[in-house]
């Protein structure tokens, strides 16, 4: 069956380290995104893709980067990781339909010291 | 600047009907989406509106109104598993998704 994954599940990093977060889908979706969620602010994109080479910055993208070499794989690299960002992050992909149903992988728990 | 408007949180009965509102202001408008999220889970897609008016799938049904900038959710013959966050989320431009700060639905027995 037809997935999206994240990995770490679960991350533990110091102040100004770099860090990335992969997603990896099966779906053969062309759009894919980020999100970050925290208590109060729902889901806030950060960045998003239509396609191979294509990036595109959302609400949140200030500290954060992606780059998408393949279909399948979107990863989120913070450069240099705040406590600020101390977050749940979710992944997202879409096909290019009108239904605009998002499908999200499971999440990163990701706690920055 | 873009915001969409629901309440934080809704209290009911079990069996009961609940409605959960969104008023949206986007620069761009193609679409309002409908998202539950139960507890440590991940949000999973309920329903999505492109033009006014009432779209119905079991037990939900989701309305828009453009011209108003409204939406809502409607639940029916609530049930325990309902109890969840429920996001609404509009579609701004291209396939790029805005989400509220979303709903915690409390559903008693």
């Known amino acids: 069956d037809a997935e999206i994954t994240q990995s770490p599940r679960h991350k533990i990093t110091e102040t100004g380290r770099q860090v990335t977060l992969a997603c990896h889908q099966t779906?053969?979706?062309?759009?894919m995104f980020w999100y970050r969620q925290d208590l109060g602010h729902g889901l806030r994109l950060i960045h998003y893709s239509y396609g191979v080479h294509d990036t595109n910055k959302g609400e949140v993208s200030d500290g954060y980067s992606v780059s998408r070499s393949n279909t399948e794989d979107l990863p989120l690299t913070l450069e240099s990781a705040a406590s600020s960002q101390t977050s749940v992050y979710f992944c997202a992909s879409s096909e290019s339909s009108s239904s605009n149903e998002q499908f999200f992988g499971p999440g990163t728990r990701l706690t920055v010291l | 600047g873009q915001s969409l408007e629901q309440p934080s949180e809704v209290t009911a009965v079990e069996g009961a009907i609940v409605q959960i509102n969104c008023t949206y202001q986007t620069s761009g408008f193609y679409g309002l989406s409908w998202y539950q999220q139960h507890d440590g889970g991940a949000p999973t897609f309920l329903s999505y509106?492109?033009?006014?008016g009432l779209e119905e799938t079991g037990r939900f049904s989701s309305f828009l109104s453009r011209s108003d900038s409204y939406g809502y959710l409607l639940l029916q013959e609530l049930q325990m598993k309902d109890s969840a966050s429920y996001f609404c989320?509009?579609?701004?431009?291209?396939?790029?998704?805005?989400f509220g700060a979303g709903t915690r639905l409390f559903v008693k027995a």
């Open positions: 989320a509009v579609r701004a431009g291209g396939f790029k998704t805005i």
């Open positions: 509106n492109a033009l006014d």
């Open positions: 779906w053969n979706h062309n759009n």
